[in-house]
Nanobody, 127 residues
């Protein structure tokens, strides 16, 4: 049974920082394309940052220069470091993985068709 568990969400003021974590069981991140996605109520899910198996990162234009995706293979954990947060960053953030669909494809399609998903962690940003 594959399980992805996100943590690290919370409430911050605009301009603040958060680091999200996603720990996997039942699969190894070394063999999968991985990524972070977010969704606001009533809106479509969108890609935030993804990483291909070879370690190449991809970022949505809205977060480029502010967010950093990384992973620790020894702990099988994926991270999203978020800095200079804005109110429009508020959303439910999801960790996901897929063995076939590429990271750039996942970013542009909001993770459409990706195989494995976490339960999400909430991020709120106040002004």
């Amino acid at each position: 049974q594959v399980q992805l568990l996100e943590s690290g969400g919370g409430s911050v003021q605009a301009g603040g920082s958060l680091r999200l974590s996603c720990t996997a069981s039942g699969l190894s991140f070394t063999g999968y394309h991985v990524g972070w996605f977010r969704q606001e109520p009533g809106k479509e899910r969108e890609g935030v940052a993804t990483m291909s198996r070879d370690g190449t990162p991809y970022y949505a234009d809205a977060v480029k220069g502010r967010f950093t995706i990384s992973k620790d293979n020894t702990q099988n954990t994926l991270y999203l470091q978020m800095t200079r947060l804005k109110p429009e960053d508020a959303a439910m953030y999801y960790c996901a993985a897929d063995n076939w669909k590429t990271a750039d494809y996942g970013l542009t399609t909001g993770g459409q068709g990706w195989a494995y998903w976490g339960q999400g962690t909430q991020v709120t940003v106040s002004s």
